[in-house]
């Protein structure tokens, strides 16, 4: 079985911290994402990486950055924690299936409040 | 503006009723994914659907692909309390994955 853990299940900070969430997959996958998801909005992609030291933007990286030194280890960096940035944070693993079906596996989420 | 988007976004329903949840967009999609969240876990995959008109099943769901690739639903027959959760669909869009906002199901006993 494919496993995604994440460093923290729940994490509180304060604003203007600088924040790390760890995201490890065990799979050998090169695709790895980084998510946020808030109530009535689904999953938001903020970053997401096809390689080692590769990385894309999503659809709402400001105020994000990531880190992939290790293929199996994917960094998202909040460079300073703000209240809007409280969130569920969810990191994805990417399996390529047959022909172009993509199959995500995710880890169980870091529930992040900034107070 | 959601590139998604799913119907009902809450459902609350009596056990062995059944019920139907849409995914919706103006989008062509290569394949559309539906997956069941529980509260502090990550999503799960339950199915994906590639070929347009395409009919999946999982024991009491049933999957369908619209003809266009732009839309899909979920039906679950005879639901129980274990089907509580949320439903996301996610539509492939090359790279990467669109998700819906979500459709929250509580199956009450």
């Known amino acids: 079985d494919v496993k995604v853990t994440q460093s923290s299940r729940y994490l509180v900070k304060r604003t203007g911290e600088k924040v790390f969430l760890e995201c490890v997959q065990d799979m050998d996958h090169e695709n790895m994402f980084w998510y946020r998801q808030d109530p009535g909005l689904g999953l938001r992609l903020i970053y997401f990486?096809?390689?080692?030291?590769?990385?894309e933007k999503g659809d709402i990286p400001e105020g994000y950055s990531v880190s992939r030194e290790k293929k199996e280890r994917f960094s998202l960096i909040l460079e300073s924690a703000s209240t809007n940035q409280t969130s569920m944070y969810l990191c994805?693993?990417?399996?390529?299936?047959?022909?172009?079906?993509?199959?995500?596996?995710f880890g169980p989420g870091t529930r992040l409040t900034v107070t | 503006t959601q590139l998604l988007e799913q119907s009902p976004q809450f459902l609350s329903i009596q056990e062995g009723e059944n019920l139907t949840v849409y995914c919706n967009s103006s989008?062509?999609?290569?394949?559309l994914q539906w997956y069941r969240q529980e509260p502090g876990e990550g999503p799960v995959l339950l199915v994906t659907?590639?070929?347009?008109?395409e009919v999946k099943k999982l024991k009491r769901l049933t999957f369908q692909f619209g003809d266009a690739r732009k839309d899909s639903s979920l039906h679950i027959t005879a639901a129980q309390p274990g089907d509580t959760g949320l439903y996301l669909c996610?539509?492939?869009?090359?790279?990467?994955?669109?998700f819906g906002a979500g459709t929250i199901l509580r199956v009450k006993s």
């Open positions: 659907v590639v070929t347009g008109g």
């Open positions: 990486s096809y390689d080692v030291k590769m990385k």
């Open positions: 996610a539509g492939d869009k090359g790279n990467k994955l669109v």
């Open positions: 989008s062509v999609f290569s394949s």
């Open positions: 994805a693993s990417l399996r390529p299936g047959a022909g172009v079906v993509y199959e995500q596996y």
